[in-house]
């Protein structure tokens, strides 16, 4: 028995919204995961490739702290 899965608004190309909401840069995030999808569909993707598509993602859309001064 197949599977169902809720469906939920995606992109233009496809790409569920919620991936790529918070990116600081949609359309960049959003291109990365479809030719992430294509090297994975196809076997080609390394453990280097999983560490660095996975530290991209997390530094992406992250604001850096501005240092307050204690006064």
């Known amino acids: 028995m197949a599977r169902k899965f809720k469906k939920v608004p995606k992109t233009k190309r496809g ?8 990116a600081s840069n949609p359309m960049v ?12 569909a196809t076997g080609q993707l390394t453990s280097e490739d999983y560490d660095r598509i996975s530290k991209e ?6 604001k850096k702290k501005r240092k307050t001064k204690n006064a």
């Open 15 to 22: 790409v569920p919204k919620k991936y790529v909401k918070g």
């Open 29 to 40: 995030r959003e291109s990365e995961i479809i030719e992430t999808k294509k090297l994975y």
């Open 57 to 62: 993602r997390s530094e992406d859309g992250r």
